[in-house]
């Protein structure tokens, strides 16, 4: 009898949903004055979908790790004993969506009392730096969320536009297998055009200054460079590897006279620059 019940429930919901579009489309000058009848007709026949048990008793969540349970709650807006009919899954998921974890949702009413969520999570691919402040970004250069200061496994990013280039910037590095793009710890992008990299520590370590174009070209020598010569363990401001044919670097002022037995990179050296340099 309950199955019966329930089935008839729904087809009078459905028959009074129809008729009440049907009649607003049709009936033209009278429609606001049907809307109410009707309106008060879909409460009537919503409530009896209520007594016959499609309440809403039960949300369940798949696919959430890094959105708060609360913060669902707040966006989908319902309560317990809500007509399951009377719920606009459409409307949930594009509520649920505007949070900052969620890349894409998908909900759906499970009869008689459930309602399922499926959420799928931005994954962060790297923390970009605006001055003080730090911002967890995803592969796709979304901003997710802000986050209280850099101490983050992810590499630094810093730029107006670097979360957008950062994951083909990576991927490039990577496709030369150096191992010298684990050791990257921030990646500065100049201009809208192209990269400085750090290694090991943002402010103490090496600075490389990459070209806008061949880059994988000067990662290759970069990586011959600190294979041959230990370029990177030397005491340098940066290199900069921007001019085809030359190498470019800039010893720290502190620097103490390297030993006798200092590894030295004098035969790939063009030119040995000290003083101010303008970024370009």
Do not use: C
């Amino acid at each position: 009898m309950r199955r019966i019940k329930i089935r008839t429930v729904l087809a009078i919901a459905a028959l009074t949903g129809a008729a009440g579009g049907i009649a607003y489309g049709v009936i033209g000058p009278w429609a606001p004055h049907l809307a109410i009848a009707w309106s008060g007709a879909r409460t009537i026949a919503l409530d009896s979908t209520t007594e016959a048990g499609l309440n809403l008793q039960a949300l369940t969540v798949e696919g959430r790790i890094e959105t708060r349970r609360e913060d669902l709650i707040v966006a989908l807006d319902l309560e317990r004993g809500t007509p399951i009919l009377a719920i606009d899954v459409d409307k949930a998921r594009e509520a649920i969506e505007t949070l900052p974890w969620v890349k894409s949702a998908k909900v759906e009413r499970r009869l008689p009392g459930g309602v399922h969520i499926e959420l799928s999570e931005y994954k962060p691919f790297a923390l970009w730096q605006r001055g003080d402040r730090y911002t967890l970004v995803a592969r796709d250069g979304t901003a997710i969320v802000d986050v209280p200061g850099a101490d983050q496994n992810l590499p630094l990013i810093v730029g107006p536009d670097a979360p957008e280039h950062a994951a083909e910037f990576f991927e490039t590095l990577n496709t030369i297998n150096s191992g010298l793009s684990a050791r990257v710890v921030a990646a500065v992008r100049i201009g809208g055009r192209r990269w400085n990299v750090h290694f090991d520590n943002y402010e103490n370590g090496v600075a490389v200054r990459l070209p806008q174009d061949g880059l994988a070209g000067s990662w290759t020598r970069l990586s011959d460079l600190e294979r041959d010569y230990r370029i990177l363990e030397r005491d340098l401001a940066f290199i900069d590897l921007r001019i085809p044919g030359q190498l470019i670097v800039r010893i720290n002022e502190n620097s103490e006279t390297p030993s006798a037995d200092a590894p030295t990179v004098s035969s790939e050296l063009d030119l040995i620059e000290s003083g101010e340099q303008q970024e370009i």
